[in-house]
Nanobody, 124 residues
Framework: VKLVESGGGSVQAGGSLRLSCAAS????????MGWFRQAPGEERVGIAA???????SYVDSVKGRFTISRDNAKNTLYLQMNSLQVEDSAMYYC???????????????????WGQGTQVAVSS
């Protein structure tokens, strides 16, 4: 199983980035997928999740600014991040969980697979 994130980088506040996560080694369309992030000195937290049917869930801090999506034909997960803020700076990880409750996936309790992360830095 592999989850490989890409698309991170440095951007000014107010800017946008699009993260991708390429999945392999498992039946992607059957899994809920999510994005988590971890800032230096803080715990890793879930920010968005999407079910195999496209149902989505977001934490309040990113709602209205970030959009999670997936392409089951390409086995790829995306996170479109707009109106980025300095507080969004973190390592971003994608994650996979089978048979999830989408709204609960961001608590991270039942994640089966993790990616290695991609760094996002937002400057003021």
């Amino acid at each position: 199983v592999k989850l490989v994130e890409s698309g991170g980088g440095s951007v000014q506040a107010g800017g946008s980035l699009r993260l991708s996560c390429a999945a392999s080694g498992f039946t992607f369309r059957y899994y809920c997928m999510g994005w988590f992030r971890q800032a230096p000195g803080e715990e890793r937290v879930g920010i968005a999740a999407i079910g195999g049917d496209g149902t989505t869930s977001y934490v309040d801090s990113v709602k209205g600014r970030f959009t999670i999506s997936r392409d089951n034909a390409k086995n790829t997960l995306y996170l479109q991040m707009n109106s980025l803020q300095v507080e969004d700076s973190a390592m971003y990880y994608c994650a996979a969980e089978e048979n999830c409750v989408v709204a609960a996936m961001t608590d991270g309790s039942f994640i089966e697979y993790w990616g290695q992360g991609t760094q996002v830095a937002v400057s003021s």
